[in-house]
């Protein structure tokens, strides 16, 4: 079975906005102070961070539903200089889908800005597709950014 994209409709750097919101809902202080682990901290963290992610996907996929959009996930190429009403999608399974349309939405994403001189090593410092690899409770953590 694959997984659901918890992407989808989601915002640049979903996840550093889930881990945003849920400390305004977690308070790891109290956690710690009820004698919790810090590895059973930080699960129940990743695990609000992805409950978050799902309801917004999920919030998402059910609006396109409701208005009557084809949702295909996949890798998309037109056939030719892109003067069709074809596209090639490319799925997860491998397998190719034309579609044809008069009008086609192509979503492709954004990566986050990365300026120079700061170093983004995915230890200490993350950019909002790269903190989702953290894989510890930080004693501290400051989200930056708009």
């Known amino acids: 079975a694959t997984e659901t994209d918890l992407s989808i409709g ?4 979903l996840f550093s906005k889930a881990l945003r919101d849920t400390s305004k809902r977690i308070t790891v ?3 710690r102070g009820m004698g919790l682990r810090e590895d059973s901290i930080w699960n129940e963290i990743i695990s609000a ?3 978050l992610a799902q309801s917004n996907a999920d919030d998402v996929r059910r609006q ?3 208005v009557g959009v084809d949702l295909i996930e996949g890798f998309a190429s037109f056939p030719d200089s892109g003067g069709t009403e074809s596209l090639y999608v490319t799925k997860v399974d491998n397998s190719i ?3 044809k349309a008069d ?3 192509i979503a492709t994403g954004s990566r986050p800005f990365r300026p120079g001189g700061i170093p983004f090593d995915g230890k200490r410092i993350f ?3 790269t903190i989702n690899t953290l894989s510890y409770l ?3 953590i400051a989200i930056t950014g708009s």
């Open 49 to 51: 961070c992805a409950d």
């Open 103 to 105: 009008k086609i939405l």
């Open 29 to 31: 202080s109290t956690l």
């Open 138 to 140: 930080p004693r501290s």
């Open 97 to 99: 889908e034309t579609v």
């Open 10 to 13: 989601g915002p640049t750097g």
């Open 64 to 66: 396109l539903d409701m």
């Open 127 to 129: 950019d909002s597709d």
